[in-house]
């Protein structure tokens, strides 16, 4: 069974940091393509960033709005995929989902549960 | 970016019904589009890619179709199980886009 469990959620000041994991099983994770989404609490999906395996040099691609603040990696020998988020605003508030692509690129075939992350003072 | 238009915002249906949701990107993307399901409290479920394959497990009363600009989702045979919320999701271009979804409603 495919399982992808993101840790790391919670309440954090505006201008703080925090660092979301997802740890994953049952299927192949080293030549998986691994994303982070979040939804709003309006409920829209956003993709944030996506990387891609080892044979593709864990090619890392990012929603404009998110580059440089956030950063994504990967640990293939533990099958989890991180997101480390800096320098937090309010409007980051979200539920942040890690998702896996293993059939075809740019699909996300299945999602974690999600972690909950509320930025506020 | 390319831009996912949704419609209806919100749908309601009684049981056996089809539905259809439709979705309308900003350029042609190439049938590089999915649907996903969101049921209440849960997270997105794969329903269909490409435009038109089913995911694994999925029933077969959803069908997807369209091409260019224009993709629709069809529901026949409305079950009490597909109450959710549907969105669609562009990977033709980098950054991936979603529509705002539509919620499902049994009338």
């Known amino acids: 069974e495919v399982q992808l469990v993101e840790t790391g959620g919670g309440l954090v000041q505006p201008g703080n940091s925090l660092k979301l994991s997802c740890a994953t099983s049952?299927?192949?994770?080293?030549?998986?393509?691994m994303n982070w989404i979040r939804q709003t609490p309006g409920k829209r999906l956003e993709w944030l960033a996506q990387?891609?395996?080892?044979?593709?040099?864990?090619?890392?691609s990012y929603l404009e709005s998110v580059k440089g603040r956030f950063t994504i990696s990967r640990d293939d020998s533990k099958s989890s995929v991180y997101l480390q988020m800096n320098n937090l605003k309010e409007e980051d508030t979200a539920i942040y989902y890690c998702?896996?692509?293993?059939?075809?690129?740019?699909?996300?075939?299945?999602w974690g549960q999600g972690a909950s992350v509320t930025v506020s003072s | 970016d390319i831009q996912m238009t949704q419609s209806p915002a919100s749908l309601s249906a009684s049981l056996g019904e089809t539905v259809t949701i439709e979705c309308r990107a900003s350029?042609?993307?190439?049938?590089?589009l999915a649907w996903y399901q969101q049921k209440p409290g849960n997270s997105p479920q794969l329903l269909i890619y490409?435009?038109?394959s089913l995911a694994d497990g999925v029933p077969s009363r959803f069908s997807g179709s369209g091409s260019g600009t224009q993709y629709s989702l069809k529901i026949n045979s409305l079950q009490s199980e597909d109450v959710a919320s549907y969105f669609c999701?562009?990977?033709?271009?980098?950054?991936?886009?979603f529509g705002a979804g539509t919620k499902l409603e049994l009338k």
């Open positions: 998702s896996s692509t293993t059939v075809v690129t740019g699909v996300m075939d299945a």
């Open positions: 049952g299927f192949t994770f080293s030549t998986a393509w």
């Open positions: 990387i891609e395996d080892k044979s593709n040099n864990y090619f890392i």
């Open positions: 350029e042609d993307i190439y049938s590089n």
């Open positions: 490409d435009a038109n």
């Open positions: 999701q562009q990977y033709n271009n980098y950054p991936y886009t």
